[in-house]
């Protein structure tokens, strides 16, 4: 009995001080927060939802009603100026849209990713999902070493020989869309170019056929269900607690199982071929597998290594690309004048070619012009962001380091102050001799860690899109919505739903 007394005495005095000790620390924290406001609050911005939480409940109910984040960082650099502040617990960021200091903060290599939104990405719910890959990389080194070895497989030289492969991928959708072109089926226009960018990345970067217009394949699912887990995980911190999301977090990191298991195999068979000497292609994976290669000290992390590009590969090459591709397709279809002029061009450069050549790309000026117009307001990885130590002066405010910085293409593209009229969709503001926009367009990002695919993405959506005009009308299934969804990437809500027929001529 007296040693239950003594156990339970010390028992209780833990716990007494146990808790002493955590309302202590809530305390502390909450001084910490106070601290960071008052250093802070000079800033202009919105104000906070709450002391504690800051601005995110306001991200939580856009994402509840199915909104687009980067449509509240418009209005509030619209409301606020080129500098605005967002609180966030403790940490602060900053929306920035002066074009002198996205110059100066994106162009230069010292400003890290930053590591709320980056180290986030490193795993989805536990499971590893893109790792220290080449998007994600924070350390300068680490992210130097792989781009230099990446970059052979994105020469203009090596991209020059990927134009059979853009060609005979992109003829399997025009046979598809053959099937369909009776003028009153309704073809999902942002599905089926889907499967023509995935075809595209496993087979020019993986050396895989996988003829998705063919063949059903798990591979779209999973990768939508890791873009959706992947808002979720970084825009709602409580998301994981929930017993009601548990059964989404499951089907998550399941798919995030399926595309590492996939890099694990392909990579497996790919280096087996490069160990028996057999000739393998100068590809993405072969690239991958080089850069794993070169790791000191990374024997054991080497093959979580591969699939961290494996899977970042997977994904940046190819949502983004089929995205755009979709948005093209439905600003053509609501702009007869546009469709026309586009169309006149291919006929006027391509004719009635099956096989479109790397210098009929370059003379597809107008072609480019529209991409590009369709990147300025739907632009499909709409935003990135740094983290800054030191001090900075931003239009005038003094900002103190230790902030976050983040750059919004979409709020910026949007913006009358950079772009008249700017919902207007009108290619003629990319028409060769108009001024440049001055550091307030960057859908590919900037600097050194601008989008490596760039060119790789805009000669294959211009190979999809020329084939695509060149034989085919397309229209608009009436009462569809042309409402964005925002799963981290942007893409078409709804689908972008045509019935299509064969051109007459
Ligand atoms: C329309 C299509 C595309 C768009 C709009 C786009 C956009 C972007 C953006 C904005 C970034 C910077 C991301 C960040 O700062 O977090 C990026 C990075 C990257 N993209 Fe793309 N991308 C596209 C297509 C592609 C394709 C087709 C590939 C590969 C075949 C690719 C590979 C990459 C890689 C590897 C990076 C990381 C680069 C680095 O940090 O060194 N992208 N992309």
């Known amino acids: 009995m007296a040693l239950f007394a003594l156990l339970f005495s010390v028992g209780a005095n833990a716990l007494t001080w146990a808790c002493f000790f955590l309302v202590f620390a809530f305390l502390g924290y909450c001084c910490y927060i106070k601290y960071i406001h008052m250093k802070y609050d000079h800033i202009p911005g919105p104000p906070r939802d709450s002391f504690f939480l800051g601005h995110s409940p306001t991200f939580v109910r856009i994402m509840k009603n199915d909104g687009i984040v980067h449509n509240k960082f418009l209005e509030w650099a619209e409301t606020y100026g080129p500098v605005y502040r967002i609180n966030i617990l403790h940490y602060i960021i900053l929306g920035v849209t002066c074009p002198e200091a996205t110059k100066e903060i994106l162009m230069s290599p010292k400003y890290p990713k930053d590591k709320f939104l980056y180290k986030g990405l490193f795993n989805l719910f536990g499971q590893r999902f893109l790792g220290t890959g080449l998007v994600t990389a924070r350390d300068h080194e680490l992210w130097y070493k792989q781009r230099r070895i990446m970059d052979p497989a994105f020469s203009s030289l090596y991209l020059r020989g990927l134009m059979g492969t853009f060609n005979e991928r992109a003829e399997k959708l025009m046979d598809k869309l053959s099937e369909l072109a009776d ?19 496993a087979k020019v970067a993986f050396g895989v056929d996988l003829d998705l217009l063919s063949n059903n394949s798990p591979f779209p699912k999973a990768i939508e269900a890791c873009l959706k887990g992947m808002v979720h995980q970084i825009r709602d911190s409580l998301f994981r607690f929930n017993p009601k999301n548990w059964p989404f977090i499951g089907e998550v990191r399941e798919a995030c199982r399926l595309l590492r298991t996939t890099g694990a195999k392909w990579i497996h068979e790919r280096r087996r071929a490069m160990q028996d000497g057999e000739d393998v292609p100068k590809d993405i994976l072969t690239q991958i597998i080089r850069t794993a290669a070169t790791e000191e000290n990374m024997a054991e992390e080497e093959e979580e290594f591969m699939l961290d590009n494996f899977v970042t590969f997977f994904i940046a090459g190819q949502e983004t690309t089929a995205n755009q591709l979709a948005f093209c397709i439905m600003e053509l279809a609501r702009h007869p004048e546009i469709l026309a002029k586009v169309t006149k061009e291919v006929d006027d450069v391509i004719g009635m070619k099956q096989e479109i050549s790397f210098d009929d790309l370059g003379k597809l000026i107008y072609l480019s012009q529209v991409l590009k117009e369709t990147l300025r307001i739907y632009p499909t990885a709409p935003g990135t962001s740094r983290d800054i130590e030191e001090d900075m002066t931003i239009d005038g405010i003094h900002l103190p380091g230790g902030f976050t910085c983040l750059f919004s293409s979409f709020a910026t593209g949007r913006m009358e102050k950079f772009f008249e ?6 290619p003629d503001r990319f028409h060769p001799d108009a001024p440049k926009p001055y550091y307030c367009y960057y859908p590919f990002a900037l600097g050194p860690r601008s989008c490596l695919g760039q060119n790789f993405a805009q000669m294959e959506a211009k190979v999809v899109m020329a084939k695509l005009l060149q034989r085919f009308d397309f229209r608009l299934v009436p009462g569809q919505s042309f409402d964005i969804q925002d799963t981290g990437t942007l893409r078409p809500k709804g689908g972008v739903i045509c019935t299509v027929r064969h051109r007459k001529y």
Not at 183 to 201: G, H, P, R, S, W
Not at 421 to 426: S, V
């Open 183 to 201: 003028d009153k089926t309704e073809a999902n226009m942002l599905q089926l170019v889907n499967c023509v960018t995935l075809d595209i990345i």
């Open 421 to 426: 009229d700017p919902l207007k969709f009108d």
